[in-house]
């Protein structure tokens, strides 16, 4: 098995086996661990096989990448040198970049992944660390390189990953929402929060907007990006400051819907895997998923097979996504 | 098949939304979503050459990718 959840216990001994290991865990479980091919993030949520959706302080949450790769390498960005990312990926694998939730370095990819030069000429994948939803404000999400033994408050750690010539490696989304048929809405800058909307191209208060028109916010604006749909989760109304703030941010130009209501998580999720990678799951060497899914979807106890994996505060599928489900497949080349 | 050479029309054609298409590989989506809008809104000589230049280097860099190849195919005949 791939992936897996493991005792500190487990997880020590795969690592002084020389295993690769991609690594989820709460920060007090993963100090645990002694060096070895390791990168983990901090999170305390999961999916598994075994128990479906949890939360666990102690357990940490293991993808093994050691029979797949051929080579690995672990490189450390910041916010002034991610522009490098993909362009330094691996000329034939791909990348695995964890980098901790409202860090600098998460807030310039989010605003910049898009207009990087060499955006998406390597696969990029990955995912935001979190922390316990009690030690908000309290603890900060942290990424853990196990060669060296540092641990990063403020960077994105990326794990290159050369594969053997006949693997190939392929990036996918899974996204439950789709647009709705409500207005176009549009805004004048890019970032994380707005005090205004242009609703059908007339300038609106936006909080004022959604509070009329009672719009839930647990269903996100969604954008169409030729064909893939991308999600905007919101944060809340910051009735202070009178903003709209949101998880990941909007694009100036880009026409965004609130999304349709998805009325059966479970369901409509079985349905999309059908549709999204034609129920070929064996290829699948890493999945991970979003807090607001698990949260808004109450998935703690529920399996969503195959896809399995930690529970995140923003996903990376070549740029910053966010309530969506992305995955990495390996196959045959 | 070959990635065509960035003077074929069909660049052009695809980055400034002229044409449409069905595309599989997930990169080349996210990028024109980006491509098509900035082009939409400064469709200067300059700007259609640059997303062209990106466009092409994305494909080109993943040509061996089987969804890309497929994507030639579908853009290019």
Known sequence: ?333 | MDVPSKSNKGWQDIVTGKKTYTLKFLAAKILLGRLTRSIKDNPSPDNVSSGVEQLHNLLAQNAHVPSVQEDLKTIFG
């Open chain 1, 1 to 333: 098995m791939r992936q897996e959840i493991l005792s500190i216990e487990d997880a020590r001994r795969k690592i002084a086996e020389g295993r690769i290991l991609l690594l989820a865990g709460d920060e007090d479980a993963l100090r645990q661990l002694p060096k070895g091919n390791w990168l983990a993030g901090t999170i305390p949520y999961f999916i598994s096989h075994e128990r479906g959706g949890l939360v666990s302080r102690e357990l940490v949450f293991a993808t093994d990448i050691t029979d797949i790769v051929a080579d690995v390498a672990i490189a450390q960005y910041d916010q002034n040198t991610l522009a490098r990312v993909y362009a330094e990926g691996p000329k034939h694998g791909f990348s695995f970049i964890v980098i901790p939730a409202s860090s600098p370095t998460h807030l310039a990819f989010a605003l910049n992944a898009p207009n990087y030069k060499s955006f998406g000429v390597r696969p990029l994948i990955g995912w935001i660390a979190g922390v316990h939803l009690d030690d908000l404000g309290k603890r900060t999400p942290k990424v853990f390189n196990g060669m060296t033994g540092d641990v990063v408050e403020d960077g994105a750690l990326v794990l290159q990953a050369e594969l053997p010539p006949n693997k190939l490696a392929e990036i996918g989304i899974i996204n439950l929402f789709e647009q709705g048929d409500g207005d176009i809405l549009t805004f004048n800058h890019d970032g994380f929060a707005s005090k205004d909307v242009l609703v059908n191209g007339e300038k609106r208060d936006f909080a004022a907007y959604l509070l009329k028109n009672k719009l839930d916010t647990k269903l996100p604006l969604v954008a169409d990006y030729y064909g893939v749909m991308v999600n905007i989760s919101f944060q809340g109304i910051d009735e202070a400051e009178g903003t709209v703030k949101f998880y990941a941010p909007v694009f100036s130009g880009i026409r965004y819907k609130h999304a349709k209501p998805v009325a059966d998580y479970v369901k409509t999720f079985q349905e999309c895997l059908g549709k999204e990678c034609g129920g070929d799951t064996d290829k699948v060497v890493f999945s991970c998923n979003c807090i607001l899914n698990y949260l808004y979807s109450e998935l703690e106890g529920k399996k969503t097979d195959p896809f399995i994996g930690p529970v995140t505060f923003g996903e990376i599928a070549y740029q910053l996504l966010n309530q969506t489900l992305v995955y990495l497949e390996v196959k045959d080349f």
